[in-house]
């Protein structure tokens, strides 16, 4: 089992990693299955149907702006928003998608995307079926695609196929807490030297060292951007901005006997709420391990290069690296989707990542950066997804930045301790998992449970 620290920590947009960028990636795949088809000169329509989660929660997450974008040609890596809000609107006006390749294809973003709000398709909740037409309104070519968390987006067959092993050959294959500990102590190497091993098989050391650092000037510059906004988010719960204004309190107060001892916990807040109001803004954000769940990380990361004692920013990489290894054994024996797990699987799964980097880096033994991430995760099984009006901002953006500080109180313990515990890291995994397919769809990122139907009525 192999998962890239470029697969775990993807450059995108917001709001959401599964509701946004994976309809949006679907959306190319289809383009291009489209361009394949022998008979696409008779292609004249587009058809997309939501299911699921995708349905329920799509207009709060913006899936059919996603979808529509996607069909105009857009990616989220590279995505220039002002130029895909230029596009959307001509379409708005022309109906009439003209993708390279392909004939003109008649696409009302009104009728032309479904929400199907009955059962979800069976292999996930989040599904969506893509459909070209012909001029009668036969279907000539369709494809059902799955967003399972994280901007990964995989096919029904994909789905159902058995999972290919790595066709390369990595020196430390660990797809589970027990192998990557056992490898380890076998060679005396830290997680993060392991990880790092592993990712140089497919790139060059400088392009590892190179892609880290585009990671974290996007995650910190995130952040930044997010301190420097005010306002109200969109989507219509009014819902203000507030990092900027707690940010500039913070500042106001360094060094001066107003501080409180507990301000470290503000500042992991602010800079955790910083990314999420990004997010919920659709601005750009990177994946940790998926959009709902991107501040943890970077805040925690962010914290120790500002406010730890001894850093070095020399070792933001393993942090990172660290991160994307508990990432792969959570996405490998669990799930990081929320449609899927619940909250547990996505702030739940940020936090066991950020509380392992912090670990790492502050010099914590395999067996105490396992103890840390296994402690932070323990400590949101059974958290729902219950976003109120299908939007990721109540109760997302707070969430984010308390599970920054369960990741440093994680750390911070497994650090104490010498590395023996309880509950294995795995054992945590597995009860993670067990635990969504028992929660109901409810509170499953469909807004129809929990705080989302719990919430003023004004």
């Known amino acids: 089992m192999f998962l890239s620290v470029f697969d775990v920590f993807k450059i995108g947009i917001g709001p959401s990693s599964s509701h946004t960028m994976g309809p949006m990636t679907a959306a190319g795949r289809f383009l291009d299955k489209m361009r394949a088809h022998p ?117 029904s067959s994909e789905l159902n196929a058995p999972i290919a092993a790595d066709s390369v050959s990595r020196p430390y294959p660990f797809d589970s807490a027990a192998a990557m500990l056992a490898m380890a102590r076998d060679s005396g190497l830290s997680i993060a030297a392991m990880k790092r091993a592993n990712e140089e098989v497919s790139r060059t050391p400088p ?137 547990q699987g996505e702030v739940g799964s940020a936090a066991a990542m950020a509380a392992a980097g912090l670990c790492e880096v502050l010099g914590g033994t395999p067996e105490q950066v396992e103890n840390a991430a296994e402690i932070a995760l323990e400590h949101h099984l059974g958290m729902t997804c219950d976003p109120v009006a299908g939007l990721v901002q109540v109760p997302c953006i707070e969430r984010n930045a308390i599970g920054a500080a369960k990741a440093v109180t994680a750390a911070s313990l497994a650090l104490r301790g010498d590395g023996s515990h309880f509950m294995p890291l795995d054992n945590c995994i597995e009860a993670m998992r067990q635990t969504g397919e028992a929660m109901s769809h409810k509170f499953k990122e469909t807004s129809l449970g929990g705080l989302a139907v719990n919430h003023p009525q004004c």
């Not at 995708?54 to 899936?63: C, I, N, S, V």
């Not at 190179?210 to 819902?239: K, Q, T």
């Not at 990092?243 to 955790?272: C, M, T």
């Open 39 to 155: 008979a696409k000169a008779a292609f004249t329509a587009v058809r997309v149907g939501l299911y699921g989660s995708l349905a329920f929660t799509g207009k709060g997450h913006a899936t059919d702006r996603a979808v529509a974008i996607g069909l105009l040609g857009h990616i989220p890596s590279s995505l220039d928003i002002d130029k895909a809000e230029r596009d959307l609107k001509d379409l708005k006006t022309t109906t009439t998608l003209q993708p390279e390749g392909l004939p003109p294809l008649a696409f009302d973003c009104t009728s032309n995307i479904v929400f199907e709000f009955g059962p979800a398709l069976p292999g996930h909740a989040n599904g969506m079926v893509f459909a070209a037409l012909d001029r009668d309104g036969a279907v000539i070519l369709s494809e059902t695609y799955y967003s399972i968390g994280g901007g990964f987006v995989v096919t």
């Open 207 to 343: 392009a590892v060292e190179d892609g880290l650092a585009r990671i974290w000037a996007a995650m910190s510059g995130c952040i930044d951007r997010g301190l420097a906004v005010e306002g109200e988010l969109p989507g219509g719960l009014r819902v203000k901005r507030r990092a900027k204004a707690i940010f500039r309190q913070l500042e106001q107060e360094r060094g001066s006997n107003r501080a409180q001892p507990h301000a470290a916990s503000d500042w992991l807040s602010v800079y955790a709420m910083a990314v999420n109001e990004e997010n919920a803004a659709g601005g750009r954000v990177v994946t940790a391990p998926t959009n709902g769940a991107a501040g943890v990380v970077p805040a925690v990361l962010r914290y120790y290069l500002d406010h730890c004692v001894g850093t070095d920013p020399a070792k933001t990489g393993d942090f990172l690296l660290t991160a994307a290894a508990i990432a792969g054994l959570i996405k490998h024996n669990a799930s990081i989707s929320g449609a899927e797990a619940g909250c």
